[in-house]
């Protein structure tokens, strides 16, 4: 066939070093950026497949997210701006490790099992971060989509849930929205603005924000909308990548993992601060009080706040809705404490990786899912949606206000993914409706301390883990030496995973008081690298 020829032709640009390996992992294929030409090139015919399999269009989106930027990497977004499907993602790895003479018949095994109609026309939309690898790579995957006789349109520098909201406006007929970047922008700030319009005798200092941009995508993408928040919001904006490195000292990740503010950002005590990532799809609050200590509001602190304010609007509409938060074993044992016995929410845990957690997130009429990382968001049933809508005509008074609260909440919130804008903009206008400050959001509960180690061991994939990764069932002895360990720590949990995009056992401990967290960890990780085959030295007391 004359697509298969062109395949084959355009296939020898964009060759495969013979005997690489890649995996589609947690949050698609990731490694050094000198690695990925030919993974871009055969992901651009992965999405022309897959556009024409679902009927539909699909986005593909260049970004590492919070990785240092020399690593690049990539992501196929599905038709209503959910993560790709996990049996594709098998096919996504398949095509990407056959070898050159091999990707035609690999191509073809896709197209039979999936009774692939080329005749079908098929669309994709490309995206990209600001890595300076990007540029070339998303180039590659347009390629890839012209070879196999693809639309594709390229949106050119977009943060990834931007992309993810494009694809979905697209397939959904311009329901969702209007598929383009002013599109995103109109409707976020007309939200945000209608849900600050009323909110009384704000002084400028309660409307001042200090975000740390990673000088990545996010930081570009809130520029343009600054001047249009008509001073509800007061941004100062750190990080914004006009000098800095992209992820260097600063971002979400950095924020969380260090626990500390990043570096450039010039906050005082009490300033509300928060840190996006490199992609702009996770976010994280902080502040430091007036004795220099550095307080995180993480992801569970977010859906803390969010959830527990779309309750009580759910209360007062009269609405009696089926919700739910969603967190993974990461989640800090106060936060699922304070949901389920005081918030008296239903609160589930899945698997760490988003696609997880948005999954179970589905299943209910409101379901707040958050990583304790800040990647998450809210999703909303279309008959709870269609309530709030019919509230806000028929109702009048308190409950049509607190309708059409619902409803501009529900505009707000990026329903496709976690977005750093969108949650930063809901999490602003909570503040502000509540009249609360970062302090008394800070006081809801108390985190446990925790801490997070890696071990590296010659396998990781010896660790088979149960329960949401919260026990593990091989090696043999490792769950119970972990349980006797435990034990001795007042309000002690501890668990373990192999990673799922980096080469290493995570380790993660909580309990009463930080030496006693750190020294569980520390105690776990010498089990780990006695029982899981640990490499490099044993690992040292913190
Ligand atoms: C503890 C942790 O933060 N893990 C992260 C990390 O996954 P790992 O499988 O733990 O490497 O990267 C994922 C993708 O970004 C993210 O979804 C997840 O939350
Ligand atoms: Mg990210």
């Known amino acids: 066939m004359a697509q298969f020829e062109e395949v084959s032709k355009k296939s020898e640009l964009h060759p495969k070093p013979v005997g690489m390996v890649q995996q589609y992992g947690t949050a698609g294929f990731r490694t050094h950026a000198d690695h990925l030409d030919h993974v871009m090139f055969r992901m651009g015919l992965l999405a022309a497949l897959r556009s024409r399999n679902t009927k539909a269009t699909i986005g593909v989106m260049?970004?590492?997210?919070?990785?240092?930027?020399?690593?690049?990497?990539?992501?196929?977004?599905?038709?209503?701006?959910?993560?790709?499907?996990?049996?594709?993602?098998?096919?996504?790895?398949?095509?990407?490790?056959?070898?050159?003479?091999?990707?035609?018949?690999?191509?073809?095994?896709?197209?039979e099992k999936e009774s692939i109609d080329l005749t079908q026309e098929a669309h994709v939309f490309v995206g990209k971060d600001t890595r300076s690898s990007s540029a070339r790579l998303s180039e590659a995957v347009l390629d890839g989509v012209t070879a196999l006789r693809g639309h594709s349109k390229d949106y050119g520098l977009v943060t990834t849930p931007q992309l993810h909201y494009m694809v979905c406006c697209c397939n959904t007929r311009g329901e969702y929205g209007q598929a383009s970047v002013e599109g995103y922008y109109r409707k976020l700030l007309q939200a945000f603005a209608e849900l600050t319009k009323h909110v009384p005798n704000r002084t400028d200092d309660q409307k001042c924000l200090l975000v740390d941009g990673a000088n990545g995508i996010g930081a570009l993408k809130l520029r343009e909308m600054v001047p249009?928040?008509?001073?509800?919001?007061?941004?100062?904006?750190?990080?914004?990548?006009?000098?800095?490195?992209?992820?260097?000292?600063?971002?979400?990740?950095?924020?969380?993992?260090?626990?500390?503010?990043?570096?450039?950002?010039?906050?005082?005590?009490?300033?509300?601060?928060?840190?996006?990532?490199?992609?702009?799809?996770?976010?994280?609050?902080?502040?430091?009080?007036?004795?220099?200590?550095?307080?995180?509001?993480?992801?569970?602190?977010?859906?803390?706040?969010i959830s527990t304010f779309l309750k009580e609007l759910l209360t007062q509409a009269g609405l009696d809705l089926k919700m739910a938060v969603v967190q993974t074993a990461y989640a800090n044992g106060s936060s699922t404490r304070y949901l389920q016995d005081t918030m008296k929410l239903i609160v589930k845990c899945t698997k760490t990786g988003v696609k997880h957690l948005h999954h179970v997130a589905q299943e209910f009429d409101i379901g707040v899912y958050f990583e304790a990382n800040g990647h998450g968001t809210v999703l909303f049933s279309k008959v709870l949606e269609e309530k709030i809508?019919?509230?806000?005509?028929?109702?009048?008074?308190?409950?049509?206000?607190?309708?059409?609260?619902?409803?501009?909440?529900?505009?707000?919130?990026?329903?496709?993914?976690?977005?750093?804008?969108?949650?930063?903009?809901?999490?602003?206008?909570?503040?502000?409706?509540?009249?609360?400050?970062?302090?008394?959001?800070?006081?809801?509960y108390t985190d446990l301390p925790n801490r997070q180690l890696k071990v590296k061991v010659s396998d990781r994939r010896v660790i088979e883990t149960t329960d949401a990764e919260r026990k593990t069932v091989s090696p043999a002895g490792l769950q119970e030496a972990i349980d006797g360990l435990v034990e001795k720590h007042r309000q002690g949990r501890s668990f373990v995973r192999p990673s799922g995009t980096e080469d290493v056992v995570r380790v993660y401990a909580e309990a009463e008081t930080q030496e006693s967290a750190d020294a569980l960890a520390h105690e776990v990780s010498l089990v780990v690298y006695r029982l899981a085959g640990g490499v490099g030295g044993e690992p040292k007391p913190l």
């Open 62 to 111: 260049v970004t590492a997210s919070h990785n240092p930027e020399e690593d690049n990497g990539v992501k196929l977004i599905d038709p209503m701006g959910e993560m790709l499907t996990p049996v594709w993602e098998v096919y996504a790895t398949r095509l990407v490790n056959a070898e050159q003479d091999h990707l035609l018949t690999v191509l073809e095994d896709v197209i």
């Open 228 to 305: 249009r928040l008509q001073g509800e919001l007061l941004v100062s904006l750190f990080c914004d990548g006009t000098s800095g490195k992209l992820n260097h000292q600063c971002g979400a990740d950095f924020v969380k993992v260090q626990q500390k503010s990043p570096k450039g950002i010039d906050m005082k005590a009490g300033d509300r601060c928060c840190s996006f990532d490199g992609d702009g799809d996770r976010i994280v609050y902080y502040y430091s009080d007036a004795e220099g200590h550095f307080h995180l509001l993480d992801g569970d602190k977010i859906a803390t706040l």
């Open 389 to 444: 809508r019919r509230l806000c005509k028929d109702s009048d008074g308190e409950r049509r206000r607190v309708a059409t609260l619902l409803k501009n909440s529900v505009d707000l919130i990026n329903q496709t993914v976690g977005d750093a804008i969108s949650d930063m903009l809901l999490i602003e206008a909570i503040l502000a409706i509540r009249g609360m400050t970062v302090q008394q959001w800070d006081a809801i």
